[in-house]
């Protein structure tokens, strides 16, 4: 049964995943054939280097006479963790409530499966699509890079691709923690939209005010440092801390889930 709950979440999820492979791909081989464009404009790059120092540390600081730079400032500094972002939390704060709206959650727990087991396959089948979604990714970053000679090598395309999955799967996590807790989907996206955009928030802003530069490393988004994975520094601690603190709030939402009286 575990594996047909898998296969069962990978099917619903398979028309969503389509959308949001052509919209990622899209938009990162979109910005990616942009950069000659940026590159033989001096005055693009002056401009962007004379921006107020806040603004640049909201919507992503980079250096556009690279490639690399670039890439960062337009693409993954904000708005390609942003959809996944979303993406992860829809995920997670549908994974059970849905099937509580739909009355269909009785039907999978009348078997011997277990709600653990249950929600172990849910979340499996999310992290699966975020995977997928990254290896999009990385294919139109590839093609993109290719046609316009980026010049950034693949295994750094590979890992700024894993990079915002990484990102994504505590967010996740934290919004399927919420549904198991309290049954609200809404509840779960909003409270862990706003617990997003406060990461964020803490890790641009803390460069620029004193007293919250001590909390930056509490931030996923500083671990997430895609700055430095475009500059082939990815760090393994980073890595292990988005994968710890996933798996965390996962084994609580197991524990959140067995507790509560879902509605039938």
Not at 56 to 74: H, K, P, Q, V
Not at 131 to 139: C, K, N, R, S, Y
Not at 172 to 191: D, M
Not at 207 to 222: T, V, Y
Request: hydrophobic letters at 55%; glycine letters at 10%.
């Amino acid at each position: 049964m575990g594996a047909s709950v898998l296969a069962h979440t990978l099917r619903e999820r398979r028309r969503g995943l389509l959308g949001w492979s052509a919209g990622v791909a899209a938009f990162a081989a979109l910005i990616a054939v942009y950069w000659p464009s940026v590159r033989d404009s001096p005055d693009l790059q002056s401009f962007t280097r004379d921006l107020p120092e806040a603004m640049r540390a909201l919507i992503g600081e980079g250096d556009y006479s690279t490639a690399a730079g670039f890439l960062n400032a337009e693409l993954f500094a904000f708005m390609m963790p942003l959809l996944f972002l979303i993406c992860a939390i829809g995920i997670g704060a549908g994974a059970v409530t849905r099937e509580e709206e739909r009355g269909t959650i009785d039907l999978l727990l009348s078997t011997p499966l277990t709600r653990r087991r249950m929600l172990v396959e849910k979340a499996l089948g999310g992290v699966l699509v975020l995977l997928a979604l990254g290896v999009v990714l990385f294919v139109a970053l590839l093609l993109g890079g290719a046609a316009v000679e980026l010049g950034i090598p693949a295994s750094r395309l590979a890992a700024i691709s894993l990079a915002v999955v990484l990102v994504a799967l505590p967010f996740g996590a934290l919004a399927l923690l919420v549904s198991c807790a309290t049954g609200s989907h809404g509840l779960a996206l909003g409270l862990t939209s706003a617990a997003a955009v406060s990461a964020y928030m803490l890790n641009a802003l803390a460069p620029l005010i004193g007293s919250l530069e001590r909390w930056q490393d509490a931030s996923p988004f500083a671990w997430y440092a895609s700055g430095d994975v475009l500059a082939g520094r990815l760090t393994l601690a980073h890595v292990a801390l988005l994968i710890g603190t996933a798996l965390a709030l996962a084994a609580a939402a197991v524990v959140a889930l067995e507790r509560r009286d879902l509605r039938t």
